[in-house]
């Protein structure tokens, strides 16, 4: 007895057309499912609602500590006359004025050191295009300068208090597709 086999191949397009179906079905299921509820009869009593499973004569679950809501009464104090003392001659306390924050003062760190040069464009807004790419890999926008400078606009990222850590940047920016990326000591 030979055994027959049967094979069912799906193009493309027909996958996603029964993959589109199966949801279709689901999403209309569901819509009717909303709206046999919405229909469902419910009525409102003694602060609960009663729904259809409540039709079937099956006998209504009752706490056990059902309490009526009663407003409780506030004790209500006798007022008493109140004495107004003749106000006394307090010496004013000197008060000390908030200093002011102190300014920031620019570091020399901040100025001079290692920077690392992704790239140098001729058009501000190229470079600007890159700063932002830069940014969206994790480097802060505090970072990154954009220099002008003989007729091109320069995008750094630094200053690097240390040559290794400059390296590094160098070697991530490579591997992230900014291959022209050096070293620059200023």
């Not at 409780?72 to 004495?83: G, Q, Y």
């Amino acid at each position: 007895m030979a055994r027959s086999y049967y094979e069912t191949v799906l193009s493309g397009r027909q996958l996603v057309l029964l993959l589109a179906t199966i949801v279709g079905l689901i999403a209309v299921a569901f819509v009717l499912g909303i709206g046999v509820g919405l229909q469902e009869p419910r009525t409102e009593q003694a602060g609960k609602v009663e729904t259809a499973s409540a039709r079937f004569d099956e006998p209504a679950p009752v706490a056990a500590t059902e309490t009526p809501a009663v407003p409780v009464p506030t004790a209500v104090e006798p007022s008493l006359p109140t004495v107004v003392a003749a106000p006394t001659a307090v010496p004013p306390v000197p008060t000390v004025a908030p200093s002011p924050p102190p300014s920031p003062r620019p570091t020399a760190v901040a100025s001079r050191g290692r920077w690392v040069q992704i790239a140098a464009l001729s058009r501000e807004d190229l470079a600007e295009g890159v700063r932002q790419r830069v940014v969206a890999l994790g480097f802060r926008t505090e970072q990154l300068q954009i220099q002008r400078g003989d007729g091109k606009y320069r995008v750094r990222l630094g200053p690097f208090l240390d040559v290794e850590s400059a390296r590094r940047v160098v070697a991530r920016l490579r591997a992230q597709g900014f291959g022209d990326s050096f070293l620059v000591s200023e």
